[in-house]
């Protein structure tokens, strides 16, 4: 798993020394000699990665980060800062500033690349979601404040740790920025944790429970994998720690613990994951709209297509039972509603059609808005004989009460329904929305307001 580096560094022989350990595990590099051309390759080039060094003269590393995180279009990127041995203040000033982690001087390769690789896998995984994002941006659905709003939110946060006085301790310090709650039973943490818990921050120096497994374990159900988990671990146990990144640990905190440092280190990973929902959030929901008729409800002709597909090709592999039917139904003279009574109240009478083809057909069945004022049901397992019974019950209930407009008017509403229903090797879905689609025809021709089949030619 390889990535861009951007490195940013204003004395030239830390940037060749970064850049050769990098390149030596085939990252590509991109360097910066100060903060200023830092951004603009930031949102130029659109690195992986950032390694930014603190002391930097002009825009100094905080100040760079601060502006990154401000941008909409490098925001995304994760920062690991540079900072001196023992810099607390730097490393506090940093997170504070929207750093995703840092490392200190001399930089350890082993943790340098561990580092990179959990940062890695979280920006392909926030890319992946930025890309379907994108698409729902340009059709104007994400709303910066919306997000902003999530980002800035408090978390919930879930301590696992068997030493409840240690565990108390954390509670009270993240309890000033998050809602917090302790357990010190590893299974019911876990059960916990499947909940609406934001973070896990997980004492790894626990003695009555493993807590390396523990993170296997809630890294293998479908329900826990994307917790993020801020472990304790104990600071002279380097391998304890390369093991719990390996893991999926998302970030460690030394002890004795800093509780300045453990409340930063707890924000960054809360905004992360509030990140994420929110890209998620949005997929969602242009997902639905991708496949819904806005004005019914009902799906669309593309859900009907995949659909139609699926339910052809599962009949074509020769089970009878998975035999499929379709309705086409297309509403009798509705230019004359238009025409009449005016466009509004062309969309109310197809509206309520709508809503008596779905109280009409069954649970399994999938009526969808095909175009205009015309519709089609989908009836996967259904022979013609039910599929008839169930045209023929739709086109009274349109036909036997009138449609009531907003303005008082009733209107007599008619529809003339195609069946069709596949014949299984040999048939394909154009075909059978062809065939449909002559009954229709055949139904219009012959007076309108009924039903008619086209037989297997
Ligand atoms: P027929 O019985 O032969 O089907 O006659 P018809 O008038 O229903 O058919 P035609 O295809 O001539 O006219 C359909 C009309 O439906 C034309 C179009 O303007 C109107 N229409 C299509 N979509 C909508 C819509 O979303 N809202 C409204 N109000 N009208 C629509
Ligand atoms: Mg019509």
Known sequence: MTARVLIVDDIAANVRLLQAKLEAEYYETLTAPNGRIAIEMAIEDQPDIILLDVMMP??????????????????????????????????????????????????????????????????????????????????????????????????????????????????????????????????????????????????????????????????????????????????????????????????????????????????????????????????????????????????????????LNLAMARHNRGAAEDVVSVLMLDIDHFKRVNDTYGHDAGDEVIREFARRLSLNVRAIDMPCRFGGEEFVVLMPGTDQADALHIAERVRSQVADTPFALADGHLLDVTVSVGVATSRGVGDSPESLLKRADEGVYEAKQSGRNRVIVRAAA
């Open 58 to 307: 002009e825009i100094d590393g905080y100040e760079v980060c601060r502006q990154l995180k401000e941008h909409a279009e490098t925001r995304h990127i994760p920062i690991i800062l540079i900072t001196a041995l023992d810099g607390r203040e730097d490393r506090l000033s940093g997170l504070e500033a929207g750093a995703d982690d840092f490392l200190t001087k001399p930089v350890d390769d082993v943790v340098l690349m561990a580092r990179l690789r959990a940062l890695v896998r979280l920006k392909q995984m926030v890319d992946d979601l930025r890309a379907r994002e994108s698409s729902s941006r340009r059709a104007g659905l994400t709303d910066q404040a919306v997000y902003d709003r999530q980002i800035s939110a408090t978390g919930n946060v879930l301590i696992l740790d068997d030493n409840a006085r240690q565990a108390e301790r954390l509670m009270m310090q993240l309890g000033e920025d998050h809602r917090c709650a302790y357990e010190t039973d590893p299974e019911k943490a876990l059960k916990i944790a499947a909940g609406r818990v934001d973070l896990v921050v997980l004492n790894l120096t626990a003695k009555a429970f493993d807590a390396l497994r523990w993170v296997a374990h809630l890294r293998t159900h479908e329900a826990t994998r994307q917790r993020p988990v801020l472990a304790i671990i104990n600071a002279d146990e380097r391998k304890v720690m390369l093991k719990a990144l390996e893991l999926g640990v998302n970030d460690v905190v030394p002890r004795p613990v800093d509780m300045l440092e453990l409340r930063a280190r707890a924000r960054t990973q809360i905004k992360r994951k509030r990140y994420g929902d929110f890209l998620r959030n949005t997929l969602d929901r242009s997902l639905e709209l991708a496949i819904t008729d806005p004005l019914t409800h009902l799906n669309n002709r593309r859900f009907l297509d995949h659909h």
